[in-house]
């Protein structure tokens, strides 16, 4: 968590409007801090991100009682169009992220510093961590391009990506694809995708990198109700990957999950308000 520590400690921020705001509700069901579950690579615990229309990010920590802390002024990062959260040591802890670029660049942002990774990456759509897709000793990065077709890139332990390996096409069909760990129970890392009728599908992880889904599987309607979903892994210290969403009027709403996969997330809670002001969150 050197980083979370970094940007927390360093940019000291006070309560403002997007400060989550925990129901009672949730509070009585989500551990103690004597029997809150540590934080592993199906489970992570990743640190809330938002990123204002001026480059503006702010971060919330999780509180240990099912949703996040108020949030703390970070960097300001001008032409950043997209961003994904990492473990790159599978730690179970976020300890840096990949800023995608309006000019392309990708950089890995880790211990205070930038180092650009990659370059062309204005032909991807959507970029995604979910852990380890193939067992390896670092996570991936997914990346849909302008054509729909998925592409799963291994990460170096220097931050670097491996040559990219083909997926499948066919992704166009989603306007949200998310995940971080474990949703279906079978110490895999799994996906979710929302397809444009507002269905969301759970993709469950195989352990093969040349084929790293299984078939999709339906988890259920209505999703359209949300503009944006987030994955920061298990929000409530309970041992499972949950999933965030965001709504139009700026409600987040946390959907634990089960770890069952004909069923892996539990009935919503709003945890937040006032997250309409970010035109990103990861």
Same mark, same amino acid.
């Given at each position: 968590?050197?980083?979370?520590?970094a940007?927390?400690?360093?940019?000291?921020?006070?309560? !403002?409007?997007?400060?989550?705001?925990?129901?009672?509700?949730?509070?009585s069901s989500?551990?103690?801090?004597?029997?809150?579950? /540590?934080?592993?690579?199906?489970?992570?615990?990743?640190?809330?991100?938002? #990123?204002?229309?001026?480059?503006?990010?702010?971060?919330?920590?999780?509180?240990?009682?099912g949703g =996040?802390?108020?949030?703390? @002024?970070?960097?300001?990062?001008?032409?950043?169009?997209?961003?994904?959260?990492?473990?790159?040591?599978?730690?179970?802890?976020?300890?840096?992220a *990949?800023? &995608?670029?309006?000019? @392309?660049?990708?950089?890995?942002w880790r211990?205070?510093?930038?180092?650009?990774?990659?370059t062309g990456?204005? /032909?991807?759509?959507? !970029?995604?961590?979910?852990?380890?897709?193939?067992?390896?000793?670092?996570?991936?990065?997914?990346?849909?391009?302008?054509?729909?077709?998925?592409?799963?890139? /291994?990460?170096?332990?220097?931050?670097?990506?491996?040559?990219?390996?083909?997926?499948? @096409?066919?992704?166009?069909?989603?306007?949200? %694809?998310?995940? &971080?760990?474990?949703l279906?129970?079978?110490t895999?890392?799994? %996906?979710?995708?929302?397809?444009?009728?507002?269905i969301?599908?759970?993709?469950?992880g195989?352990?093969?990198?040349?084929k790293? =889904?299984a078939?999709?599987?339906? &988890?259920?309607?209505?999703?359209n109700?949300?503009?944006?979903? %987030?994955a920061?892994?298990? &929000?409530d210290?309970?041992?499972?990957?949950?999933l965030?969403?965001?709504?139009? /009027?700026g409600?987040?709403?946390? *959907?634990?999950?089960?770890?069952?996969?004909?069923?892996?997330f539990?009935?919503?809670?709003? #945890?937040?308000?006032?997250?309409?002001?970010?035109r990103?969150?990861?």
């Amino acid at each position: 968590m050197a980083t979370a520590v970094a940007l927390a400690s360093t940019f000291a921020g006070t309560a !403002v409007a997007g400060t989550p705001a925990v129901s009672a509700a949730t509070r009585s069901s989500v551990p103690s801090a004597a029997t809150a579950v /540590q934080p592993t690579p199906l489970a992570p615990s990743f640190f809330l991100s938002g #990123i204002l229309p001026s480059g503006q990010m702010y971060v919330y920590m999780r509180d240990g009682a099912g949703g =996040f802390d108020s949030r703390s @002024g970070a960097y300001v990062w001008p032409g950043l169009t997209r961003a994904v959260s990492v473990d790159p040591d599978l730690t179970g802890s976020q300890d840096g992220a *990949y800023h &995608v670029m309006s000019s @392309g660049v990708v950089n890995q942002w880790r211990g205070g510093h930038l180092k650009q990774v990659a370059t062309g990456w204005q /032909q991807y759509t959507s !970029v995604l961590s979910p852990g380890t897709l193939a067992r390896t000793t670092h996570p991936d990065l997914l990346a849909r391009d302008k054509q729909g077709v998925l592409w799963r890139f /291994q990460l170096k332990a220097d931050g670097t990506m491996a040559p990219r390996v083909r997926v499948g @096409g066919g992704w166009n069909a989603y306007s949200q %694809i998310t995940g &971080v760990g474990d949703l279906s129970g079978d110490t895999k890392p799994d %996906i979710v995708a929302r397809d444009k009728e507002g269905i969301l599908w759970l993709y469950k992880g195989t352990g093969d990198g040349s084929k790293p =889904f299984a078939s999709r599987s339906r &988890v259920g309607s209505g999703w359209n109700l949300f503009n944006k979903l %987030i994955a920061t892994g298990d &929000v409530d210290a309970d041992g499972r990957s949950d999933l965030l969403a965001r709504d139009p /009027q700026g409600g987040l709403w946390l *959907y634990k999950g089960t770890r069952v996969a004909s069923a892996p997330f539990k009935t919503r809670v709003k #945890i937040g308000h006032g997250f309409q002001q970010y035109r990103d969150l990861f």
